[in-house]
Structure formats: structure tokens, C-alpha cells
T-cell receptor, first 114, second 113 residues
Framework: DQQVKQNSPSLSVQEGRISILNCDYTNSMFDYFLWYKKYPAEGPTFLISISSIKDKNEDGRFTVFLNKSAKHLSLHIVPSQPGDSAVYFCAASGSGTSYGKLTFGQGTILTVHP | DGGITQSPKYLFRKEGQNVTLSCEQN?????MYWYRQDPGQGLRLIYY???????QKGDIAEGYSVSREKKESFPLTVTSAQKNPTAFYLC????????????FGQGTRLTVV
């Protein structure tokens, strides 16, 4: 039972354009959502997070949107840069649980072309 | 610098042997975690520990064991009972405040030969 799903295995974007990565979840007990960026053979690096009491959080070029009624979140990267090319994982945790006890999506490979 | 250190980066094991992966953190985090990543899949939780001398099974604990004798250390043993141990293993830690994200180590690639 995949509680966090990233339905797009890959995304290709031109440099300077917007990248939109999507994530859906099924567990209504999740109340904290995170996006991680990962390069091959390295550990994930935290990008941005959002609490379920918010619907938007912005940090520089990265913005995360949360639609609780649709159980959907998205990560917007604008403008996209070639250095953003990596695998992006959506993750979620539930209230009352340890904050690193995360449920991950399968990941989306983002490629930004110069 | 504060961080999480996993060693070794690459590890080869013969079938039927146990092997222990090291994870050390100096972030003063109470909680530590072990995840496994397989190609084309997300990370799956093996074990986690929220406090010294206590740990809980994650989603895929079978064939693995852990210990948490010190706050800084959370070693993972991959036993011979683990049917498909070849994978990329990631250790993480987190604090206990609200909105504290988990920090990950650089990972250990285990290959059974």
C-alpha cells in the first residue's frame, strides 16, 4: 500500500523555465510534508517542508503547495537551473510520530537542460 | 562540523555472512533511523530509535538488527536471514522540535557477492 505516490518517474525542463513536481498521499494522519533532493550514491538533502496548517511555503526558488482536501502537494522550482537535475523525493510524517519517521514516494528524476 | 557519518561507503559481503553498517551523529539528535533504497523505489524504513536503549521496527525490519547503546551511534546489522540485502542503506537523525527535518548520511552501498 503506497501511502505517498509520485506518479511521474521523470520530468524534463528547459533551463529558466518552471519545474513542477507532484506528490499525492492517502493517509489523512500525515501532517508534515517534506521534499528532499538526492544525487546518485549520496544521501538525500532536505529542500523544503510544509505543515498541514499551511497551504504554501516558499524558500528562494522553491515553493511547496499543499492541497489537503485533494491530498496533493507540489514543488515548484523557478527558474530551473541545470544544477537542479537530481531525484526529488516527497516524504510525509504523521502527528505524534518521530519527525524522521518518514514515508517516501518513489521519486521523480528531474533533468534541466541548458 | 555537525553531521552524520556512515561507514564504509561501499561494502561487499559473501552470502551467509552478517555485516554491520556504522552510523554516527554529532548533532545531539535523540532520534535515529535506518532506511533502505532500491533502484526505482523510494526509501523504506528498516528500524528507528527515539531514545537511547530503545528502538522500534520499521516497515521492513526482517533480517536486520540494531542497537542504540549511545546517543551518537546507531549501528545496523544485516544478517544472513535478509533475503535480498544488496541495496543502498541510509542513516538519518532528527531532533524533537516541531518542524525539524531529518538529516541523512551519505549512505553505504552493500553488495552481496
Amino acid at each position: 500500500d503506497q501511502q505517498v505516490k509520485q506518479n511521474s518517474p521523470s520530468l524534463s525542463v528547459q533551463e529558466g523555465r518552471i519545474s513542477i513536481l507532484n506528490c499525492d498521499y492517502t493517509n489523512s494522519m500525515f501532517d508534515y510534508f517534506l521534499w528532499y533532493k538526492k544525487y546518485p550514491a549520496e544521501g538525500p538533502t532536505f529542500l523544503i517542508s510544509i505543515s498541514s496548517i499551511k497551504d504554501k511555503n516558499e524558500d528562494g526558488r522553491f515553493t511547496v503547495f499543499l492541497n489537503k482536501s485533494a491530498k496533493h502537494l507540489s514543488l515548484h522550482i523557478v527558474p530551473s537551473q541545470p544544477g537542479d537535475s537530481a531525484v526529488y523525493f516527497c516524504a510525509a510524517s504523521g502527528s505524534g510520530t518521530s519527525y524522521g519517521k518518514l514515508t517516501f514516494g518513489q521519486g521523480t528524476i528531474l533533468t534541466v537542460h541548458p | 562540523d555537525g553531521g552524520i557519518t556512515q561507514s564504509p561507503k561501499y561494502l561487499f559481503r559473501k552470502e551467509g555472512q552478517n555485516v554491520t553498517l556504522s552510523c554516527e551523529q554529532n548533532l545531539n539528535h535523540d532520534a535515529m533511523y535506518w532506511y533502505r533504497q532500491d533502484p526505482g523505489q523510494g526509501l523504506r524504513l528498516i528500524y528507528y530509535s527515539q531514545i537511547v536503549n530503545d528502538f522500534q521496527k520499521g516497515d521492513i525490519a526482517e533480517g536486520y538488527s540494531v542497537s542504540r547503546e549511545k546517543k551518537e551511534s546507531f549501528p545496523l546489522t544485516v544478517t544472513s536471514a535478509q533475503k535480498n540485502p544488496t541495496a543502498f542503506y541510509l542513516c538519518a537523525s532528527s531532533g524533537d522540535r516541531d518542524d525539524t527535518e531529518a538529516f541523512f548520511g551519505q549512505g553505504t552501498r552493500l553488495t552481496v557477492v
